[in-house]
């Protein structure tokens, strides 16, 4: 009998094993070109959550399958086609900025592929698509936690505002923090269009210059705003300076030299002040692995986009089954996430907390933590 229950046991083994998958995860990541600063270390945190919990509940395991878009729209595209269509994959992360991740959306919605967005802020990135979602704030948030520290904490009330009219990203961060700054009275003295790609930006700091307000808000990405920010210091420009999530990066410090420091922005954590449990376990053991004492908040937002599916998937009887991975995402309450709480309601947008920084003696600093 024992020898019996010992061969039914193997059996019911190997055949728990056998009905056990793989998983495809898709990630679309600018590794190369302009944006690779922001794809590197997002994937990166995507990459060690991985090796952390690679494992579903079920015995199923998650392959992940990056496809660099090289920051590029078309680029985009074709990675998201080739992901849902060749690898058959259950989900996506990616793809940084808002409006590559616009693009990534606008093809999986139509297959029904669910999307998580690690950094992609854009208010309108998840109207009417039922099958995007995302981990960080929105600009509506980042927006006015800008003004409102900007005319509470520091008491100035004039600006300036550039914004990249290239990016929809800018745009929106652009027109929500000139809501919540008049809103709480302040002044914008000036509106100043730039493109990405651009790198004389003389004409525009004179323009700052003449019109003297009390700061400049630059909801840019890190290549233009560095570059802005060494112009302003070579004409004696000094006003403090504004950005968001864009600039949130050391390759940002590192191309400002000098002319950044003292620079603000708005990040989504830091690693000096780990919100949660699972914040402190990952950044040591992130530092055991990396060897770097300091992590990127954009690592943070991509082991999160990862949990937080994972956490998805366990809660579907199929977990290769999109639109119940996608249903469990927007029911997600109380996350303990590695960049903080989060809750994502029914148009899968993230409520979470946002930090301010300082750059100081070339590394960004942590100021203070905002709550919605």
């Not at 020898?3 to 495809?24: C, G, H, P, Q, R």
């Not at 790609?197 to 009390?214: L, R, T």
Request: proline share 3%; glycine share 8%.
């Amino acid at each position: 009998m024992r020898k019996l229950a010992t061969i039914a046991t193997s059996v019911a083994l190997i055949a728990s094993f056998s009905v056990a998958k793989e998983i495809k995860i898709g990630a679309v990541m600018p590794m190369s070109g302009p944006l690779a600063a922001y794809g590197q270390v997002t994937y990166e945190g995507i990459e060690y959550a991985n090796t952390l919990q690679s494992t579903l509940k079920n015995g199923d395991t998650l392959k992940l399958v990056l496809v660099d878009n090289k920051g590029d729209k078309v680029e985009t595209a074709t990675a998201t086609t080739r992901l849902i269509s060749s690898d058959k994959v259950t989900a996506i992360l990616g793809a940084l900025t808002s409006t590559n991740t616009a693009q990534v959306i606008a093809i999986a919605d139509k297959s029904k592929i669910p999307v998580i967005a690690s950094v992609a802020t854009n208010d309108k990135l998840t109207t009417k698509r039922e099958y995007a979602n995302r981990v960080c704030f929105m600009d509506s948030f980042q927006g006015e936690v800008v003004a409102n520290y900007a005319l509470r904490d520091l008491g100035l009330k004039t600006a300036v505002v550039i914004v990249d009219q290239a990016q929809v990203y800018s745009l929106g961060l652009a027109k929500a923090f000139k809501e919540a700054f008049t809103k709480g009275g302040g002044k914008i003295v000036k509106d100043i269009k730039v493109t990405s790609g651009d790198k004389d930006f003389k004409a525009v700091v004179s323009q700052i210059k003449s019109v003297n307000p009390d700061f400049m808000f630059l909801p840019l990405y890190h290549p233009e705003a560095s570059m802005i920010a060494r112009q302003a210091k070579q004409v004696g420009l000094d006003k403090p300076m504004f950005s968001g999530d864009g600039v949130a990066n050391q390759t940002f410090i590192d191309l400002g030299g000098d002319a950044v420091e003292g620079y603000m922005f708005t990040d989504f954590f830091d690693y000096s002040a780990p919100p949660t449990q699972a914040s402190k376990d990952f950044i040591a053991g992130y530092a055991k692995k990396t060897g770097k004492m300091d992590m990127n908040s954009f690592t943070a937002l991509g082991a999160d986009s990862y949990f937080l599916l994972l956490d998805a998937m366990n809660r579907c009887a199929d977990p290769a089954d999109s639109v119940c991975v996608n249903s469990e995402i927007k029911k997600t309450k109380g996350f303990e996430g590695v960049s903080g709480i989060l809750n994502i309601d029914a148009q899968g947008n993230a409520s979470r907390s946002a930090v301010i920084k300082t750059v100081k003696g070339g590394k960004a600093v942590y100021k203070t933590t905002v709550n919605p």
